[in-house]
């Protein structure tokens, strides 16, 4: 653990000078981030050839395949996000309020980094970059402890990081841990004295792993048992098209959806077609026995199936009674990640804004969208689910801490 523990303390002694370094030098480390992500794509490319190789024959499944892939639009997209997060306003040194004491002090709360972040992650070569980018902007150095799967991708990546920020800021505040030794994972776990936080990003084992071992504060993110009820009101095209972006587009992410709920009234009709289309794109059925008894094909669901997060073309689907029973069986099984209602009743839709409180909740829209791009943020560390100290996808403004300035002239108490 030796090595490890160099890491740590490099790490946190970059933290120190990174939080004093001028906005503009973080942005130039940015600008040539992306830059030499773009010139070096063939050297980034031929490492995650082998990590797709590698994947294929420990027969990973095309769904987290899909997660592991690059290529050079992939590569172009994280470039862009990078230079997105570069032109983004600094979110240090902000002076959130400020304020005269009772005694005439100047009182003013004031954005600091948290300081040293460490980020777990499994076959996600995005999140090197984002994290990286994203740690850079708010002034926090970050450990980045990635999958086995994906080792060969995020080792190239840090490397090409590091060397495009060396002239502007330390190397030292982006580091790389390569071990896969779950003892390993225990000791980063351990290290108070050198952590501030940690965010795990992955599957519910890893995020349960490590919630339930860290003596670091950590944020959960990730996991999304994603849910979207079709309302008895529902506009029925709309709600397939939805559903199958939801489902389809890429199923191995924590945004796509892995439960759908239709209203009784509605299910006779509209399961069929939905049916359908969703078996031409392969979607394997798991639903509750007025599901069966509509679509012959489909798979008995048990009670598992409905916490499942399936992260592939698996669907687990159940007919309800109304808006109460769907609200009450999300509230069940969620993850508090993504749900969603499709209706064109407002009554419903305020009833179902009001009573789930999952980070993210959708009027007639896919959960598709919960994402740090599409919120505005240009890229995110994560997407948390629970509710200290952030909620959703956490941007540059969730990667932030403060203190209180105090300003006086001699006054005592």
């Keep these: 653990m030796e ?45 995650n050839i082998l990590d797709i190789e590698n994947g294929r024959k420990n027969n990973m499944k095309d769904s987290l395949i899909d997660r592991l892939y690059l290529d050079s639009s992939r590569i172009k997209s994280m470039a862009g996000s990078v230079l997105s997060i570069a032109e983004d306003n600094d979110p240090i040194g902000n002076v959130e309020k400020s304020f005269y004491s009772k005694a005439g002090l100047l009182i003013s709360k004031v954005t600091i980094p948290i300081g ?24 926090n150095s970050v450990i980045l402890k990635g999958g ?13 990081i590091r060397e495009a920020i060396g002239k502007y800021i330390p190397e030292d505040c982006i580091n790389y841990i390569s071990t896969s030794d779950r003892e390993a994972l225990s000791f980063i776990l351990s290290q108070r004295d050198y952590l501030d936080l940690i965010i795990p990003r992955g599957g519910a084992g890893l995020i349960k792993f490590v919630a339930g071992n860290s003596k670091v504060p950590v944020i959960e993110t990730g996991v999304g048992n994603c849910h979207i009820y079709v309302d ?39 399961l069929p077609s939905l049916g359908k289309k969703l078996s031409d794109k392969n979607v394997e059925i798991r639903g509750c026995e007025k599901t069966v008894s509509i679509l012959k094909y489909a798979k008995l669901a048990d009670e598992e199936d ?8 698996i669907l687990a689907v159940k ?9 009450a069986h999300i509230q069940k099984y969620t993850t508090n990640h993504s749900e969603a209602i499709i209706t064109n009743d407002y009554k419903n839709s305020k009833l179902f804004i009001s009573s789930i409180n999952s980070s993210a909740v959708y009027v007639n829209a896919s959960t598709r969208f919960t994402d740090g791009g599409e919120f505005g943020f240009g890229a995110e560390i994560g997407i948390s689910t629970q509710k200290l100290h952030a909620r959703g996808p956490m941007g540059l403004k969730e990667l932030t801490s403060y203190k209180y300035v105090i300003l006086g002239n001699g006054e005592i108490r």
């Design 148 to 160: 086995k799967e994906a080792l060969n991708s995020n080792l190239a990546l840090v490397n090409i």
């Design 116 to 139: 040293t972040i460490g980020i777990i992650y499994e076959a996600r070569p995005n999140v090197t970059v984002d994290a990286a980018a994203l740690c850079i902007k708010s002034s």
């Design 306 to 313: 409905y916490y499942k997060e399936f992260l592939d073309l």
């Design 232 to 270: 008895e009101s529902a506009d029925l095209n709309m709600a397939e098209n939805i559903i199958i972006n939801a489902k389809t587009q890429r199923p191995g992410v924590c945004n796509a959806m892995e439960t759908l709920l239709v209203h009784k009234n509605i299910a006779d009709k509209f």
């Design 319 to 327: 007919v309800v009674d109304s808006i109460e029973d769907a609200i």
């Design 3 to 47: 090595e490890i523990l160099n890491i740590l303390k490099r790490t946190k002694y970059a933290s120190s000078i990174l939080s004093g370094e001028s906005k503009d030098n973080k942005n130039l480390a940015l600008r040539s981030i992306a830059d030499l992500l773009v010139k070096e794509k063939d050297k980034i490319l031929s490492a």
